[in-house]
């Protein structure tokens, strides 16, 4: 099992659709029963509340539904459980490496470096803007969790397990 937690401030816009994205095409992948995600926000500004509605109706009208998802903080259990822990973006992930304990440091990096065909690294936060804001979020996320995918179908084609 693989377990990946997508990060973001407030963990109501840009982690949640990530989370959202991924899970489907996991699922449309065969990769479901391996790969279990999550998503979390640095700060508990949202805590228990659902994704931004901007975020919620831009993902339904792709087919993702996020209505399920409630924002929550990272907290210390998830330096340990998560196998990679990625961040939408160099803020959050500096946050990031200043709560983790050093012997998790290699679990984090930024969710666009999967995506090598993409020029930029970060997930802009489109909380402030309108909706074409949320638009680009979900285009970024939709190639950065395809790359993601395909590496992890890769690795576990790869794994020796699997070659029995």
Not at 14 to 27: I, K, L, Y
Not at 124 to 143: N, R, S
């Given at each position: 099992?693989?377990?990946?937690?997508?990060v973001?401030?407030?963990?109501?816009?840009?982690s949640?659709?990530?989370?959202g994205?991924?899970?489907?095409?996991?699922?449309?992948?065969g990769l479901?029963?391996?790969?279990?995600?999550?998503?979390?926000?640095?700060?508990?500004?949202?805590?228990?509340e659902p994704?931004?509605?901007?975020?919620?109706?831009?993902?339904s009208s792709?087919?993702?539904d996020?209505?399920?998802?409630?924002?929550r903080?990272?907290?210390?259990?998830?330096f340990?459980?998560?196998?990679?822990?990625l961040?939408?973006d160099?803020?959050?992930?500096?946050f990031l490496?200043?709560?983790?304990?050093?012997?998790?440091?290699s679990?984090?990096?930024?969710?666009?470096?999967?995506?090598?065909?993409?020029a930029q690294?970060?997930?802009?936060?489109p909380?402030?803007?309108?909706i074409?804001g949320?638009?680009?979020v979900l285009?970024l996320?939709?190639?950065?969790a395809?790359?993601?995918?395909e590496?992890?179908?890769k690795s576990?084609l790869?794994s020796?397990?699997?070659r029995?």
């Amino acid at each position: 099992m693989t377990r990946i937690l997508f990060v973001c401030m407030g963990n109501i816009c840009r982690s949640p659709m990530a989370e959202g994205v991924v899970r489907v095409q996991a699922e449309r992948a065969g990769l479901s029963s391996i790969l279990e995600v999550d998503s979390a926000g640095t700060h508990a500004y949202h805590e228990g509340e659902p994704p931004d509605q901007r975020a919620r109706k831009v993902a339904s009208s792709r087919g993702y539904d996020l209505s399920r998802l409630r924002a929550r903080r990272v907290n210390d259990q998830d330096f340990s459980r998560f196998d990679r822990i990625l961040a939408m973006d160099r803020q959050n992930l500096e946050f990031l490496r200043r709560s983790c304990p050093k012997e998790h440091l290699s679990r984090l990096g930024l969710f666009l470096d999967v995506a090598d065909e993409l020029a930029q690294d970060e997930v802009p936060d489109p909380y402030y803007g309108g909706i074409e804001g949320f638009e680009k979020v979900l285009d970024l996320c939709e190639q950065g969790a395809r790359s993601l995918i395909e590496s992890i179908a890769k690795s576990t084609l790869q794994s020796p397990a699997k070659r029995r």
